[in-house]
């Protein structure tokens, strides 16, 4: 079950981190910024990453949390 629960947060980490990363091209005001130094993308990207990590392990917990109490209340 750990190694499923951590596959799991892998795939959705790398879901979400695409998904954030869309978000980001598709705003305009991004969009009009001037071009960032290799520091400031470097940060972005690990904000980026960071975020979808733990949004990752957010969903994660509920969903893996939610089927054990299924388990429980059912069992």
Do not use: C, F, N, Y
Request: glycine share 8%; proline share 1%; charged share 15%.
């Amino acid at each position: 079950m750990v190694k499923v629960s951590l596959l799991v947060m892998l795939v959705l980490t790398v879901l979400i981190s695409m998904l954030l990363r869309w978000r980001e091209q598709r705003m305009p005001a991004v969009a009009q910024t001037r071009r960032l130094g290799l520091v400031a993308r470097g940060k972005k990207g690990l904000d980026r990453w960071v975020t979808a990590a733990a949004l990752a392990a957010l969903a994660t917990l509920i969903v893996v949390g939610g089927l054990h109490w299924l388990r429980v209340w059912i069992g």
